[in-house]
């Protein structure tokens, strides 16, 4: 597990143009407490292959791979693993045999693996079934579901108790006083897109996010 002191700020990079691409990793700072994602549009626009480019930017950084893979779990974590990504995010709504294949080939690659839940019903079911846990959990409300859906809080509380040694991961229209109560709520990680790639001043957006970590 290399993700070994949280709390961390995650910085969602759902975008689609390269140079905004390019004017955002420019403008974070080197610190430990910061992971860089990989958007799944990011992804989609650009191809896999864009991790490799942003490392040429952030090159001692982790950097996640969103995937948001249904099948084929081990060949998508392979893909992106080949690709100098630190973690793949896995859908939580793929079979289990999609999961645990994923989970597998993690280990193989000596990447993390993420476990989304995003629409899952049933988080502790899903758990219940894998043998090998993932490293990190996310709690992921969608963009289309911000405004009639809260954060599972106790939920979250309660997964903090019975697994441990798995990191927690709070994503969904978080600003400063979400993302407190989120960490209050026992995450590990709070990732934090729009309020920081869009924001007028990204510098400055990203150490207010770090501030509330300590």
């Known amino acids: 597990m290399k993700l070994n002191d949280p709390p961390y700020l995650q910085i969602a990079l759902d975008l689609v143009d390269k140079e905004q691409l390019k004017s955002v990793l420019s403008q974070i700072p080197k610190s430990e407490k910061i992971l860089i994602e990989a958007g799944t549009p990011l992804i989609k626009k650009f191809g896999i292959h864009i991790i490799r480019d942003m490392f ?42 999609t999961i645990k294949s994923a989970l597998d080939e993690s280990v193989l690659r000596k990447t993390d693996l993420i476990l989304d839940l995003m629409n899952v019903k049933d988080p502790l079911d899903v758990l219940s079934k894998l043998d090998n846990k993932p490293d990190v959990l996310l709690f992921h409300r969608g963009i289309d579901q911000e405004k009639r859906e809260e954060h599972p809080w106790e939920l979250i509380k309660k997964i903090r108790i019975e697994y441990p040694q798995t990191l927690i991961a709070v994503a969904g229209g978080l600003d400063l006083k979400k993302s407190q109560k989120a960490l209050e709520n026992g995450a590990d990680i709070i990732i934090i897109g729009r309020a920081i790639t869009q924001s007028k001043d990204v510098l400055k957006s990203i150490n207010q996010f770090l501030d509330i970590l300590n």
């Open 56 to 97: 040429e930017s952030q090159s001692n950084t982790y950097i996640i791979a969103d995937m948001k893979t249904l099948d084929v779990g081990f060949l998508e974590v392979q893909i992106a693993a080949e690709e100098n990504a630190k973690a793949v995010t896995i859908s939580g709504l793929a079979a289990i045999e």
